[in-house]
């Protein structure tokens, strides 16, 4: 893969080969400038020969391509994968919350003086996903001569994806619409009979198919079912609920077209003077270059080039990490504790360093490398980009001795991997 060049005075020049980089690095006329992405900076005077850029952006709900093309030359393409378990981890926060003001710990008072949102506010896990894909087109087209922005965005209806014929004031009308309230549309959607043992004249209840925090309270996540049959015996694997929750998590959802139509509109006010344009022109751009799909090739034809050919076919993957958990509790608090927590000690699955290493850190261990994601007591457990865990050679479980570690270095909350295909 290419590597980014700076000039003295910091301003990016054309990239160069890897090669090039090192002979510069050894005869002293560059330096490196950061690691990730790696980047060098001339320590000469040098204008250098610069040449228009245009950087193509496919934009997603959870993967973004970028690629950078000069004339018909791809010289850069980058991957970059978004965190998508914001919404669960702050539900799981608010249930640990509520739960621990009725135990014996340290008392927080409610808030009740947050409940105002400023303009512009867009829930946390739309927010940290529209600032990252900003944060990293920022950046890379830092790194770049003369860029020009191409960003493919996405328009989406999602109430005519779930009915084609929707039109007019149904579209104000919800499923429990007529309605005293949702769980009396689902027994009149199932006509009042259990749906696990077909019986009428039973007190009934609503069952969640997919419980909180990943589930929702939505008719489509709701189910009849009555007192005798919504036991744990049938919520337990193998059981009727229990399969249900399975067959549910393969349904098609509609949470990402929404945050496309936010993010569509974040851009046209961030990028006024970017070349817009949507799917339907990419992918006949595409197919016009004879390129597959993929996120990094709709990033080419978002572009506007011509033709493509791709200096390098490596990749430069990005990949977000949670590094920071900042819960002082958990749903069990004090399970495996000698002693009661009264002083609200972080439990050890929240430790933020152990032994010399930190969390995101960059470590190699029989021949692999990997990166630290969590502590135990006397270990560490070491996942790949990929969200496989390294273990020991024959051993089941996923803990590995820090005393096998080799440090490669430190991380923030990004891990970078150059991919070959």
Not at 84 to 95: G, P, Q, R
Request: positive net charge; hydrophobic residues 30%.
């Amino acid at each position: 893969m290419l590597v980014f060049v700076i000039n003295k005075d910091g301003k990016p020049l054309m990239p160069c080969k890897p090669q090039r980089a090192r002979n510069l690095l050894k005869h002293g006329k560059a330096a490196i400038s950061r690691y990730k992405p790696f980047t060098i900076q001339l320590l000469y005077g040098s204008s250098g020969y610069v040449q228009p850029i245009d950087i193509g952006v496919d934009t997603g709900a959870k993967h973004i391509g970028v690629a950078a093309v000069s004339g018909s030359r791809v010289i850069i393409t980058c991957e970059i994968e978004l965190r998508d378990d914001i919404k669960s981890n702050l539900e799981t926060k608010k249930i640990y919350r509520r739960g621990r003001r009725s135990r014996k710990c340290r008392y927080r008072r409610p808030r009740f003086l947050n409940r105002g949102k400023p303009g512009g506010w867009l829930p946390p896990s739309i927010r940290s996903r529209i600032d990252n894909t900003f944060f990293w087109m920022d950046k890379l087209s830092s790194l770049l001569p003369m860029p020009c922005l191409h960003i493919e965005v996405g328009k989406f209806d999602a109430a005519k994806m779930i009915d084609p014929d929707i039109g007019g004031v149904v579209y104000q009308q919800g499923d429990s619409y007529g309605f005293y309230a949702t769980r009396y549309f689902v027994f009149a959607r199932d006509n009042y009979t259990c749906q696990v043992c077909g019986k009428k004249d039973r007190v009934l209840r609503t069952h969640h198919i997919i419980f909180k925090p990943e589930g929702t309270d939505r008719p489509d996540n709701l189910i009849t079912v009555c007192v005798d049959c919504h036991n744990h015996k049938n919520h337990q694997p193998g059981g009727i609920l229990y399969k249900w929750k399975e067959e549910r998590k393969k349904v098609k959802r509609y949470k990402e077209p929404p945050f496309m139509n936010s993010l569509r509109v974040k851009v046209y006010r961030r990028y006024p003077k970017a070349d817009i344009t949507y799917g339907n022109v990419t992918t006949v751009r595409r197919r016009a270059l004879g390129l597959g799909k993929s996120h990094i090739n709709d990033a080419v034809a978002a572009s506007g080039a011509v033709s493509a050919a791709f200096v390098t076919p490596d990749t430069l993957y990005i990949k977000q990490f949670r590094k920071k958990k900042r819960s002082l509790h958990e749903a069990t608090a004090r399970k495996g504790r000698t002693v009661k927590n009264v002083t609200s000690k972080r439990s050890k699955k929240n430790t933020p360093a152990q032994d010399g290493f930190y969390l995101n850190d960059k470590v190699s261990l029989f021949g692999k490398e990997g990166y630290i994601s969590g502590f135990t007591r006397g270990g560490v457990f070491v996942k790949s980009i990929s969200g496989g865990y390294i273990t020991l050679e024959g051993k089941a479980y996923k803990q590995v001795p820090a005393k096998s570690l080799k440090l490669v270095c430190h991380n923030n909350n990004w891990q970078v991997e150059i991919r070959s295909p």
